[in-house]
């Protein structure tokens, strides 16, 4: 089966962070109309290079905001075939920081400061330490880039632009506002909330999260990377939108290590049944699953375990939510 039928056929006490208002929010809100919960699937793919399919990066509209979670390599490329430019995100949460799920973290905050001219807000940032010592060090003084910003606000060429595109000097540098989050923090924004989940990956390396997002239109928890855990169960619990990544294929795990570090079909199923999700999204899949033939059989197998929804992620996947109920799937990636 071709890989657009396939998916047409599948289509068928915590700690509590207030999210920080822009300056001016009616300009923020001006433009944008009111609008259903929507996912967009930036990224499904993992770290190895891929012409198809991205490294992790998914995009959640609500409420007036535009929020990043996750930003792996050509997820901002993606973010730009999808119709949006990185002066419209307001937040970014980040779920752990291997290269494959913030490498675009810099791509986006230069191009929404370059671009935005000081007329938008700073960008709101959310992720486990150490996420702040990594923005300082990629746009702080001594920062990797900051040469290029220096010339970007000194030069008069770059004065020049900034000017042409609305700006009035001096120009300010770069500063997103960086708040490092754990496992039971809850981030409110306005009219919606995140909250933080533990995910169960390659600890103690790196410190790795899971985010439920919660609003009036409905629920969503992206798991980030994360094997079976009671944890991911808890945090999925009765959501409408389980993001989970399905990484291989179950049995041909080379160690017991790898299985509870990477997601595969068969706990993935467990996990959406026991938390009683409506929709399982599978993502970060390798090439190797990637398969006419294979799909079949992972869908296949999970529909024997899982009595909901089984949607095959793609880059450019739009979801829509209304009042709890998927109301739109639409592949945009062509």
Request: aromatic share 6%; net charge negative; proline share 6%.
């Amino acid at each position: 089966m071709q890989r657009r039928d396939f998916l047409t056929a599948l289509a068928a006490t915590p700690g509590t962070l207030e999210a920080s208002a822009p300056e001016d929010d009616q300009q923020r809100d001006e433009p944008r109309q009111r609008k259903p919960l929507t996912i967009t699937l930036l990224g499904t793919g993992t770290p190895a290079p891929s012409l198809v399919r991205a490294s992790s990066g998914y995009l959640v509209e609500i409420a007036g905001d535009v929020i990043v979670m996750d930003h792996g390599p050509d997820a901002h490329r993606r973010l730009l075939e999808g119709g949006h430019r990185a002066v419209d995100v307001t937040h970014v949460f980040f779920t752990h920081l291997h290269y494959d799920h913030c490498m675009d973290y810099g791509r986006l905050v230069l191009q929404r400061w370059d671009q935005g001219a000081a007329k938008v807000p700073e960008l709101e940032v959310y992720g486990p330490a150490p996420i702040a010592r990594m923005t300082e060090q990629l746009f702080g003084e001594d920062g990797i880039y900051g040469p290029d910003i220096r010339a970007r606000i000194r030069h008069q060429s770059s004065i020049d632009t900034f000017v042409a595109r609305g700006g009035k000097p001096p120009r300010p540098r770069p500063a997103p506002r960086v708040k490092e989050i754990r496992a039971g923090d809850v981030v409110q924004g306005k009219g919606w909330k995140i909250t933080v989940g533990h995910a169960v990956h390659v600890q103690p390396y790196l410190e790795c999260l899971a985010f439920r997002l919660d609003c009036a239109d409905g629920s969503l928890c992206y798991t980030g990377d994360s094997g079976a855990s009671d944890s991911i169960v808890e945090l999925a619990r009765n959501c409408d939108v389980l993001i989970h990544m399905n990484h291989y294929f179950s049995g041909t795990e080379p160690s017991a290590a790898y299985r509870a570090a990477c997601g595969n079909h068969r706990d993935n199923a467990a996990t959406a049944e026991r938390a009683g999700v409506k929709t399982l999204v599978l993502t970060h899949l390798l090439a190797q699953i990637d398969q006419p033939g294979v799909r079949e059989q992972i869908v296949h197998e999970i529909r024997q375990v899982f009595g909901g929804r089984v949607i095959w992620g793609e880059d450019l996947m739009q979801i829509s939510v209304t009042a709890g109920k998927i109301t739109g799937i639409e592949n945009r990636g062509g």
